[in-house]
Structure formats: structure tokens, C-alpha cells
């Protein structure tokens, strides 16, 4: 059984950056065929997808409210995958979690405060 692990939460300002990590034990990244995600929930709202990432060619895709401020990555070698998050905003402030998109491991998830 595969486990995944957030971390790199925490308070931020507006404008600032965050790097969000993803580690994954119990499978490799280079044996893994499905795509992996970020995804966030805000308080009293719903989850929404952030960013995915898919394992063929590393293609992106991300939700029109963080294009051009998010990066999501993966390193293979580390087995682990990544949200930056520049010029955040309070907007951005959820939890944020990983999951494995083809077998449905998920992630506690770390919580991402935007204030001043």
C-alpha cells in the first residue's frame, strides 16, 4: 500500500512563495502509470483540483486561478513531487494535498495560510 506525505506549509504574506513537497513510499514514481495531483480545500468550501502532473512526458495542467503563479514537478529519483507557489494570495490560503491519480493514495495534507 502506497503512502503519501505533504509538507512545506505554513504562514506566508501576500506575494510571498511556498514550496510544497509530496513524498511517496511503497511504490516508485518510474513504475507509477497515472498522473499525480495537488489539490486544496479552503474552509467551508469544496476541494478543487490545483495541478496535475502525468507521468507520460511530465505534461501540466492547472486550474485557471494559479496559472503562471504555481509550478507543479516531480523528481523521480526522489520519489517525490512538488507545488511552488509564487505571489501568493489570501485566496490561496486551504489545505493542500497529493494523491496518486491512478490508484487513489492520498495524502494528510499541509495547510497553506496566506496573510498579512
Known amino acids: 500500500q502506497g503512502q503519501l506525505v505533504e509538507s512545506g506549509g505554513g504562514l506566508v504574506q501576500p506575494g510571498g512563495s511556498l514550496r510544497l513537497s509530496c513524498a511517496a513510499s511503497?511504490?516508485?514514481?518510474?513504475?507509477?502509470?497515472?498522473?499525480m495531483s495537488w489539490h486544496r480545500q479552503a474552509l467551508g468550501k469544496e476541494r478543487e483540483l490545483v495541478a496535475s502532473?502525468?507521468?507520460?512526458?511530465?505534461?501540466?495542467n492547472y486550474v485557471d486561478s494559479v496559472k503562471g503563479r504555481f509550478t507543479i514537478s516531480r523528481d523521480n529519483p526522489k520519489n517525490t513531487m512538488y507545488l511552488q507557489m509564487n505571489d501568493l494570495r489570501p485566496a490561496d490560503t486551504a489545505v493542500y494535498y497529493c494523491?496518486?491519480?491512478?490508484?487513489?493514495?492520498w495524502g494528510q495534507g499541509t495547510q497553506v495560510t496566506v496573510s498579512s
Open positions: 511503497g511504490f516508485t514514481f518510474s513504475n507509477y502509470p497515472g498522473s
Open positions: 494523491s496518486a491519480d491512478r490508484w487513489g493514495y
Open positions: 502532473i502525468s507521468s507520460h512526458r511530465g505534461r501540466t
